[in-house]
């Protein structure tokens, strides 16, 4: 879909899913590195001295390489950023300054390019200078500080993850700024910040003082002393992780016991199959969860009864496999759910149904290895998928220079 | 510096000017769409029933505190800047009120279980065959065929299937699983690129599109290089609670906490230079000069010390404080910001990322804005999300052209609910 965009890629790993995302829509993705390799060739999981990082999310760019001490060189890549439609870059401001990369440089030789910028906190601002890791995005953007396991500390995701929220941003904007050139003949600045771009991964708690709620921890089971407020969403987004965690004969279960008349009928269903099998009687078999805030609101049920409902779950589900429960959900509409580690993936028969995965060659592999290369499926046009392996340093340097500036 | 690439003061337009969105989803991942696609100017009627009330509407944060289907502000968030009507989508009334708006927009976005759209007569193909240029999102959690396209579920379902559940926590203790349903804020991300590039193609070629985002799989793709390491060598991505595979030390700190609430700071060290200026901040020269200190992997081998060390002086300032003193020595640090923090945060509010809109009920609400700032054709919410029902008239009346009766017969119908 996007066949005729030239896109000039100056990012390291901060931004490198940006042209990720734009090549498998079909954009000519030419990703810089400096002579040595981009940082992001350094970026961990590392098998050895490959990084997957880079494996994955460069996938399907072409790679040219710069060296960035040398004037003739820098001169190709603003001759580069000269006929691009969209420029990307997370490499430092200072830098793309020094080397007369910057928007104001590019935008006075290319007028039409479309210059994005992903960085930690933004262009400019107070703490647009500040030194950036993952974890400090996610501590400044919002999410760490409400993820708390009991009295622990904050925790993040053991997997690295603002900048890539950030970088499929960068491209979102990056396409906003495409269609916005066919209406007003030029191109703009597209300033992405990972701190503001996290805000949305707090399910709005964020905004929680702004409008004037000072508990937005729900009290988790209706009727105790100190709450009133029930959580009755289907995700259990608001109940103890302890609650919703559950061991089976082979890993664990995702489980929030639902209630109240949006979701609690999923818990009914849960029940259901637990009775069918002996694993609960009356009267707790024939609960209506629609109603259980309800009843432990007036007394009707009491906690207690409660616990023993949760440990009837929990004796069953020891019983069951990741792959049992996943069946019966998915026929019994529970909202109970196999935590999948990345074997389980990698073996998923949905996944492979959906064609989810391209495989490509990495460096040392005996054999092609799967990667997700499908983040979209579409009718009509060609979707996104994978294009083909990361580049190597340099690989496409005379193909480039060739196609994009017309050099012999 | 000046990012503008104006050549004079010319009135601005706005990127998407023109495009008509019809969103027929609900709780986050399908509103979201909509709510960036109206941040740039297209028109969005958001479709909601009033009987069989939106999640989101049910869901905290709330103003003032109280539950209230008016009051959520998730779901202000998710839907700034769209036009809403109620409508009962079960009656055949309600169905062709749809086809109408079919007819009027350009983009439909929808989030119904896969299949239910086809027997209201409502999904792609049929749509298709009166309007070929029809770009349609659905966005679902598993996607719109294959095995596991019947699922129930939620974005904490979509966040256990793609890997992350097992990504988040303590090694000793149980997973703890992300904040909320992660793989609704990935998801509508993805899909949002993928619509846009749609839209580029439709603008160049007039040809339509259907595009089936599947939550499970926009989550596995966050985790690409955790899957191809699998594949590579059979290595399973574990938790490891906030340490790093790189930087060390690396954390969670406890800071001085402010009226009664615990507060924290984070701090990651990414080589010798930052850890010496650390170790001297703190006052632990010795620590600085230490041999066995200089690589990661030394300072890993006694990880849990250093954080004691660390902790013990972070405990006696106010987050900030430290954030400012070790981002002056260029040490990566920040608090850990809160909601109480995020309506001051400097940086946020330099950015005015936090946008103030009025609203009829709550005199007025917050919401965030866009994520990119655009220098020519910036984005921004227009109007607070509708209350129910809200925008009925004017949808029917304005955008549809239904005459009085026609409207009078659906209020009395019971269809506009």
Request: aromatic share 6%.
């Amino acid at each position: 879909m996007l066949e005729h965009l030239r896109v000039l890629d100056l990012t390291d790993e901060r931004g490198l899913l940006c042209g990720r995302l734009l090549a498998d829509l079909g954009a000519d993705v030419v990703q810089v590195e400096p002579l040595g390799g981009s940082p992001g060739r350094q970026a961990p999981p590392l098998a050895g001295d490959v990084s997957l990082y880079w494996e994955t999310f460069a996938a399907g760019k072409r790679g040219v390489s710069a060296d960035l001490a040398d004037e003739s060189s820098v001169a190709r890549l603003r001759a580069l950023a000269g006929v691009a439609d969209i420029v990307i870059t997370s490499w430092p401001r200072a830098q793309v300054e020094a080397l007369g990369l910057d928007p104001v440089a590019v935008h006075a030789e290319n007028p039409e390019a479309v210059y994005t910028i992903i960085s930690a906190f933004g262009w400019d601002g107070p703490k647009a200078e500040y030194a950036d890791t993952d974890l400090v995005v996610w501590a400044a953007g919002g999410p760490l500080a409400p993820h708390r396991d009991g009295d622990l500390p904050p925790l993040r995701i053991s997997v690295p993850q603002a900048y890539l929220h950030a970088a499929s941003d960068a491209a979102a904007g990056a396409l906003l700024a495409v269609l916005a050139r066919a209406q007003v003949g030029r191109g703009q600045v597209v300033d992405v910040s990972a701190q503001a771009s996290i805000g949305v991964a707090t399910l709005a708690r964020v905004l929680a003082t702004a409008v004037g709620d000072d508990h937005p921890e729900w009290q988790t089971t209706p009727g105790r002393p100190s709450g009133g407020r029930t959580d009755q969403s289907g995700s259990g987004a608001a109940t103890p992780n302890s609650l919703k965690k559950w061991h089976c004969r082979d890993g664990m279960v995702e489980l929030h016991l639902s209630m109240g008349p949006a979701a609690g009928a999923f818990t009914n269903n849960l029940f259901a199959w637990i009775a069918e099998e002996g694993g609960v009687g009356e009267p707790i078999s024939s609960w209506d969860w629609r109603v259980v805030p309800d009843k432990l609101v007036s007394g009707e049920l009491s906690h207690d009864q409660l616990d023993e409902a949760r440990a009837a779950v929990r004796a069953f589900l020891l019983g069951k496999t990741k792959a049992e429960v996943l069946e019966a959900a998915i026929r019994r509409r529970l909202l109970c759910m196999a935590i999948f580690d990345m074997s389980d993936l990698a073996q998923s028969p949905h996944l492979a149904h959906r064609d989810f995965w391209v495989d490509v060659d990495l460096p040392g592999a005996r054999e092609p290895v799967a990667i997700p290369g499908r983040f979209a499926q579409v009718l009509g046009p060609e979707g996104p998928r994978a294009r083909g392996r990361a580049p190597m340093v340099g690989e496409h340097d005379d193909i480039v220079a060739k196609e994009w500036l017309g050099e012999q | 510096m000046n990012l503008t690439n104006a050549s004079s003061a010319e009135p601005r337009v706005d990127a998407l000017a023109g495009l008509k969105v019809l969103d027929l989803s609900w709780v986050v991942a399908g509103p979201l769409v909509g709510r960036a696609l109206a941040d740039f100017g297209a028109e969005v009627v958001r479709i909601e029933s009033s009987v069989r009330v939106e999640t989101a509407r049910l869901m905290q944060p709330f103003h003032g505190g109280r539950q209230d289907k008016e009051g959520s502000a998730l779901f202000g968030n998710c839907n700034a800047g769209k036009l809403g009507l109620t409508l009962d989508l079960k009656s055949a009334e309600g169905q062709q009120v749809v086809r109408d708006l079919v007819g009027w927009a350009d983009v439909v976005v929808e989030s119904f279980s896969p299949g239910q759209l086809r027997k209201w007569g409502l999904d792609y193909e049929t749509l298709r065959a009166d309007k070929p240029d029809l770009v349609m999102l659905s966005t679902s959690i598993a996607g719109q065929d294959g095995p596991w396209s019947k699922l129930a579920g939620f974005g904490n379902v979509g966040s256990s299937l793609s890997g992350f559940q097992h990504l988040v926590g303590y090694q000793d203790r149980l997973p703890m699983g992300t904040f909320g349903p992660y793989t609704d804020y990935v998801g509508p991300r993805l899909a949002l690129v993928t619509l846009l590039a749609a839209l580029e193609n439709r603008r160049r070629t007039g040809e339509g599109a259907y595009i089936d985002v599947a939550q499970v799989e926009a989550g596995i793709f966050f985790l690409s290089p955790q899957v191809a390491h699998y594949g590579f060598d059979g290595t399973i991505a574990e938790r490891h609670g906030n340490r790093d595979a790189q930087a060390a030390p690396h954390g969670v700190f406890p800071a001085r906490s402010v009226e009664g609430a615990e507060r924290f700071v984070v701090i990651s060290v990414r080589d010798r230079a930052e850890w010496q200026a650390l170790a001297r901040a703190i006052g632990r020269e010795d620590l600085a000069e230490r041999d066995d200190l200089a690589t990661a992997d030394g300072r890993r081998a006694m990880e849990d010390e250093l954080e004691q060390v660390i902790s013990a002086w972070t405990a006696e300032r106010s987050a900030t404080a430290v954030e400012e003193a070790l981002q002056l020595l260029g040490v990566p640090a920040h608090a850990a910001v809160t909601s109480d923090d995020y309506p001051h945060e400097p940086q946020l509010a330099h950015r005015g990322h936090l946008v103030e809109l009025p609203h009829p009920t709550h005199g007025r609400t917050f919401v965030e804005g866009p994520r990119y700032r655009l220098s020519e054709t910036p984005g921004a919410p227009r109007r607070a999300a509708p209350a129910l029902g809200q925008d009925n008239e004017v949808v029917l009346r304005d955008l549809l052209g239904y005459d009085e009766a026609r409207i009078d017969a659906l209020r009395e119908g019971g269809i506009l609910r």
